[in-house]
C-alpha cells in the first residue's frame, strides 16, 4: 500500500480519492507510514474527508517525521490549509516534544495564521 500511494500522482480529482479511500480505509489505517503517505496527497489535494484524520494522527502520536510535514504542508495552503494547521497546532502542540515545537513554532500558527 505504501509504494502504492507513493507512485500515484501527487494531483488527483475528488472522485479518485473518495475510491481509494473507500477502497483501502486510508483515513484509519493503522499503519503510521501508509497513513501519513495517505494524509500527505490528501492535503496536497485539499481533501477535506481526510481532515478529521489528519488531527486524529497529529494529535494521537507524536513523531516529527510524521507531524512536521503535515503541519507545514497544510501551513503552505493559505486559503484551505493554514485555519486548519493553527487549529490543529493550537491543540497538539502541548503534546509535542520541544524540538519539534521549534520548528513548527516558525510557521507563526500561534494567532491563526
Known amino acids: 500500500r505504501l509504494r ?3 507512485t500515484l500522482p501527487r494531483k488527483l480529482p475528488k472522485a479518485r480519492l473518495d475510491l481509494l479511500e473507500r477502497g483501502l480505509g ?3 489505517i493503522g499503519n503510521n507510514e501508509v497513513r501519513f ?16 484524520s489528519i488531527e486524529q494522527f497529529v494529535t494521537s502520536q507524536g513523531r516529527r517525521k ?3 510535514p503535515l503541519i507545514e504542508a497544510l ?5 484551505w490549509g493554514r485555519p486548519i494547521a493553527a487549529r490543529i497546532y493550537a491543540k497538539a502542540r502541548p503534546l509535542y516534544h520541544s ?9 507563526n500558527l500561534g494567532s491563526g495564521g
Open 4 to 6: 502504492f500511494l507513493n
Open 26 to 28: 486510508l483515513n484509519t
Open 37 to 52: 503517505a495517505w494524509l500527505e496527497l490528501a492535503v496536497a489535494n485539499r481533501y477535506e474527508p481526510a481532515v478529521r
Open 66 to 68: 510524521f507531524v512536521r
Open 75 to 79: 501551513a503552505k495552503d493559505s486559503d
Open 99 to 107: 524540538v519539534t515545537t521549534k520548528d513548527l513554532d516558525k510557521l
